[in-house]
Each structure stands twice: as structure tokens, then as C-alpha cells.
């Protein structure tokens, strides 16, 4: 893939400097640099005003600072400070270059309002627009061109100067000036003097999909080397459940599109991190978790973070009231409170009298009617399955005090 190729111009002493940075893709990350000196300060020339890369080597239009000094264009093998070449452009001050990503060409642009361009590699020329203000560019098929003194960045046809799309710059602000780089896929933009960023764009657009603080300590020029770049992934994913008591297992669906690898933030989870595509995850402690997915490919890296996507609420505590009735008396209630969530079985011990033996039975009428049970949930969301009584021990025989046992509540928790 392709690299961001900068330059910046500065002055040492009596001397005016460029240095050179390639750039590993397009991020912060400098692989590569080299210093060259433009001349002495008294020499005419102060630096390069663009840069440009063919599909093999670097360019770079030496601006003159005197009226009477010619404009020149110096080639350099690779990225690197051999010169190799130099082509004169006579007396003109407003010059500008650009390259063509699809076929390597280098275009200049002359005059004192910038009205030819100049397809130097081969030769050709034919009618430009724009005034001093204005930076080029080249996305492969067509011409660009920035203005400066308004933000706005065109894009038309080379022969007939048509505009066939335009916007404003987002992040522009006055007393930026716009330079741009074209890898044939993505647009690239600087602005120097307030702004200080280095942009990607989404295609030609004012959508910027990645950018990143420019450095260096005056303006800066772009130049692409290599082949485009992709998209940066679209990132996005969903989850279920969503909301739940613990232990909640939770399976993430990755909807990502154009990405080569994963890296998922899964606080509160079990596991808390995974490199999967669609993880699945435990959560055990109650709580509001975020989540965010990471997706790389080789244009870059994206982000889709959901705040707050994952609820774990307490565990609930439910009481049921369980009713029991003696022969010819009246009904006596115990309440107990119900354990943790899911289909469980709580048990309340001797708590049932009655005087025919019981077992296994509950919600009945026993004998002569005279023994009911039956649990009486406290909410909506506690439904009970079942009720069973166990354990019966025969107190004694004859003398009215009956029998006694557990009863046992079979009960599911709905979420």
C-alpha cells in the first residue's frame, strides 16, 4: 500500500531548509526523512511550494522569492536526496505542481494567475483555472484545485475548466491555506497556519474519516507515493440480550464490513477482551457495561463504541406466601422469601398440619375438605409451577394433631 510523502520548509541560519518525511501509510508514524537545503537566503529561492510523486520517484518545485528568479522542478530518485533531474520553468512565480496517482504523471501550472497547466511527463498543455490562491491536485481522472482564501475545494475538467463537484472544507478557518494530494481513492488536505492538521477525506468529500495533529514548524506539503490506500472498516455491531440477570450470557454479532481483524472491549465480561468476530460473553455482576469494537484493515482503524449497551440488573428477592388450612380451623400463612433467578425449587420445612395422611399433593382439597395449600406469589413476574409436599411425619393417631411435612415451590423468575 501507499505512503504519505510531507515536506516542510524552515530556516537555519543563513540557509533555507526542506525536510522530507515519509509517513507509514497515512498516520503520524514517520518511517523514513531526509533534509535538503533549497539555497542561501540571498540566493532567491526559499523552499519547495509543492511536492509531487510519480510512480517511482519524488519532485519538487523550488520557489523563487525574487521576481527575476526562475521556477524550477527537481526530481529525486525514489524517496531520497539524489537528484536526478530538473526542469526549468522560466520566470514564473505562481507555479505549481501536481501528480497524476493513476499514471504517475507530473502536472505544473504557470502563469502569474496560474492559467496553463503543464503535463510534463510527457509534454502537453491546455487551459487551467484558478488565481495565485489556488493549490492543485489530481485524482486520477480529473483535476482539483483548492482556494485558500475561501476553503473551498473543486474539482473539474482539466480541458474545459467545467466544476464538476465542489465543498468547503470543513475544519478550514481563515488564515488556513489548503494544500492536497490525491491517491486515487481518498483525498488528503493540510491546513496550515491555524488549523495545523493533517486530513483523510471519504473520497472527494468533506467527510473526514481519519486525521491526525501535523508536524514540522512551518507549512506543510503532501505528496501520495504508491497505491491508494482502502477505506478504513465500517464498524458496527449488535448484541443479545441486551438487559438480563446474572449469570447473563450475551452473543455478539460482528456487522462489520471490510476488515481484516478484530479487537473487542468487553468490560465486565467474561472474557473482557476477544479478537473474534462474533464473541460470546458472560456477564456476572450487575451493572451498565460499554462496548466497543476495533476493526483494521490496511486503511486504518475504526471505532464503534455503544455506551451503556449491556444492563445486568441484581438478582431479584421474591417472597411467596404459602397457605395452609387445619380441618374446621381457619387458614394460617407462612412467608419466605425465594433464592436466586431460574427455575429453582425453594423449600419451606413442617409448615403443613393436617390430620388424613398427605403426601406429593398440594392445590387439593384433602379428605372432607379439610386441608388447602397453596403459594401466593408476590408480583406479576414470580410465576409458580408447582407445589409439592414431602417429608410427612405422622405426629400421632387419634388425637386430632395431625401430620406434618415441607412444602416444596417449584418457581421461575420471568425477566
Not at 465486565?268 to 460473553?281: C, E, H, K, Y
Not at 411435612?405 to 425477566?415: A, N, P, R
Request: hydrophobic share 30%; glycine share 12%; aromatic share 10%.
Amino acid at each position: 500500500m501507499g505512503n504519505l510523502i510531507t515536506e516542510y520548509n524552515w530556516v537555519s541560519g543563513s540557509n533555507y531548509m526542506g525536510t522530507f518525511r515519509q509517513h507509514d501509510g497515512f498516520s503520524a508514524t514517520v518511517i523514513d526523512q531526509f533534509t535538503l537545503t533549497w539555497g542561501n537566503t540571498g540566493s532567491g529561492y526559499s523552499s519547495a511550494t509543492n511536492i509531487a510523486f510519480d510512480n517511482s520517484d519524488l519532485y519538487a518545485h523550488v520557489y523563487p522569492v525574487q521576481a527575476q528568479s526562475k521556477n524550477y522542478i527537481r526530481r529525486y530518485a525514489g524517496f531520497s536526496n539524489s537528484q536526478t533531474g530538473q526542469i526549468d520553468l522560466g520566470f514564473y512565480r505562481s507555479t505549481r505542481i501536481t501528480s497524476d496517482p493513476d499514471n504517475g504523471y507530473i502536472y505544473g501550472k504557470q502563469g502569474t494567475n496560474g492559467q496553463k497547466w503543464l503535463n510534463l511527463s510527457p509534454q502537453g498543455s491546455y487551459a487551467g483555472g484558478g488565481g495565485s490562491t489556488h493549490q492543485p491536485g489530481h485524482d486520477g481522472t480529473n483535476l482539483l484545485s483548492v482556494d485558500s482564501a475561501t476553503g473551498i475545494i473543486y474539482q473539474y475538467d482539466g480541458e474545459t475548466h467545467t466544476v464538476l463537484d465542489q465543498f468547503v472544507h470543513p475544519h478550514w478557518v481563515s488564515g488556513d491555506q489548503i494544500y492536497i494530494v490525491h491517491d486515487g481513492a481518498s483525498l488528503y488536505s493540510i491546513l496550515n497556519g491555524v488549523t495545523n492538521k493533517i486530513y483523510r477525506h471519504s473520497g472527494f468529500s468533506d467527510v473526514i474519516i481519519q486525521e491526525f495533529l501535523r508536524g514540522g514548524s512551518a507549512n506543510m506539503l503532501p505528496a501520495w507515493q504508491g497505491n491508494a490506500l482502502p477505506l478504513p472498516p465500517d464498524t458496527d455491531f449488535s448484541a443479545t440480550p441486551l438487559i438480563g440477570f446474572p449469570p447473563l450470557p450475551v452473543t455478539f454479532t460482528n456487522l462489520t464490513t471490510g476488515a481484516l481483524t478484530y479487537s473487542w472491549s468487553l468490560p465486565g465480561g467474561t472474557p473482557n477482551s476477544s479478537t473474534d468476530q462474533d464473541p460470546s460473553v458472560e456477564y456476572g455482576t450487575p451493572g451498565t457495561y460499554d462496548v466497543t469494537l476495533a476493526a483494521t484493515n490496511d486503511g486504518g482503524t475504526t471505532q464503534e463504541v455503544k455506551a451503556g449497551y449491556i444492563t445486568i440488573h441484581p438478582p431479584p428477592t421474591h417472597t411467596v406466601t404459602v397457605q395452609y388450612k387445619e380441618a374446621g380451623g381457619t387458614f394460617a400463612e407462612v412467608t419466605g422469601a425465594l433464592g436466586d433467578v431460574g427455575t429453582v425449587v425453594g423449600t419451606y420445612s413442617k409448615i403443613a398440619y393436617w390430620e388424613d395422611p398427605f403426601q406429593d399433593r398440594a392445590d387439593v382439597e384433602i379428605g372432607n375438605g379439610r386441608v388447602k395449600i397453596e403459594a401466593i406469589p408476590d408480583s406479576g413476574n414470580l410465576q409458580i409451577h408447582n407445589i409439592n409436599v414431602t417429608n410427612v411425619t405422622q405426629l400421632s393417631t387419634g388425637d386430632g394433631t395431625g401430620n406434618q411435612g415441607d412444602v416444596k415451590i417449584e418457581y421461575e423468575i420471568l425477566t
